[in-house]
Nanobody, 125 residues
Framework: LVQVVESGGGSVQAGGSLRLPCGLTGDSDTKYCMGWFRQAPGKEREGVAVFNGGYGSTFFADSVKGRFTISQDNAKKTLYLEMSGLKPEDTATYYC??????????????????WGRGTQVIVSS
């Protein structure tokens, strides 16, 4: 079972960058899928990006393609959502999540079993 510990977040002006760390605990040496989701006030939670452990494949929502990437530090068992070119519409609470099955595309949040507490990202214009 893979579990996550998230941190990071913060405030930045439009066009700026932030990095959201998500640490893995448990059996992260096998196949797994880690994802980031976000939820803005009054909106539904939406998938942002996922990473498949063991394969290294990634999927991104159309709204963040070309601006967000995922990097990893294997020694720290941590993945990072690297966000650049941030826009005010990226403002939301971001959640890191994981499951012990790989992802084909961006699954609905209901299919993830381990969740972080959420971290606030605020992008001002």
């Amino acid at each position: 079972l893979v579990q996550v510990v998230e941190s990071g977040g913060g405030s930045v002006q439009a066009g700026g960058s932030l990095r959201l760390p998500c640490g893995l605990t448990g059996d992260s040496d096998t196949k797994y899928c880690m994802g980031w989701f976000r939820q803005a006030p009054g909106k539904e939670r939406e998938g942002v990006a996922v990473f498949n452990g063991g394969y290294g494949s990634t999927f991104f929502a159309d709204s963040v393609k070309g601006r967000f990437t995922i990097s990893q530090d294997n020694a720290k068992k941590t993945l990072y959502l690297e966000m650049s070119g941030l826009k005010p519409e990226d403002t939301a609470t971001y959640y890191c999540a994981a499951r012990s099955l790989v992802c084909a595309g961006l699954p609905h949040s209901r299919y993830f079993t381990s969740w972080g507490r959420g971290t606030q990202v605020i992008v001002s214009s």
